[in-house]
């Protein structure tokens, strides 16, 4: 069984910082993708940010200079650095990790951890 606890998410002012961190555990193996996405109240799912096993990344739009993703292939772990936070920001973030050999790939979602920028 595959577990992911994510951690970091908060309240911050608008223009602060915050770090947010997932950790797989469990018989996860040949991880390829590692991701973050948000969700926010009434709307769907997307894509903040994703980084390949050979470390290239893609952003969304609205966080491209703003948030950084990397990975700490050791630890099976991804983090999200985020900055310069907007209210817009504001939602629930799941991390993503797709995992498995070629052909037989899972994915596995995080609990999920509140963001919230406001003054």
């Known amino acids: 069984q595959v577990q992911l606890v994510e951690s970091g998410g908060g309240l911050v002012q608008p223009g602060g910082s915050l770090r947010l961190s997932c950790a797989a555990s469990?018989?996860?193996?040949?991880?390829?993708?590692m991701a973050w996405y948000l969700q926010a109240p009434g709307k769907e799912r997307e894509l903040v940010a994703r980084i390949s096993s050979d470390g290239s990344t893609n952003y969304a739009d609205s966080v491209k200079g703003r948030f950084t993703i990397s990975r700490d292939n050791a630890k099976n772990t991804v983090f999200l650095q985020m900055n310069s936070l907007k209210p817009e920001d504001t939602a629930i973030y799941y991390c993503?990790?797709?995992?498995?050999?070629?052909?037989?790939?899972?994915?596995?979602w995080g609990q999920g951890t509140q963001v919230t920028v406001s003054s």
């Open positions: 993503n990790i797709r995992w498995g050999p070629v052909g037989f790939t899972r994915d596995s």
């Open positions: 469990g018989s996860i193996f040949s991880i390829n993708l």
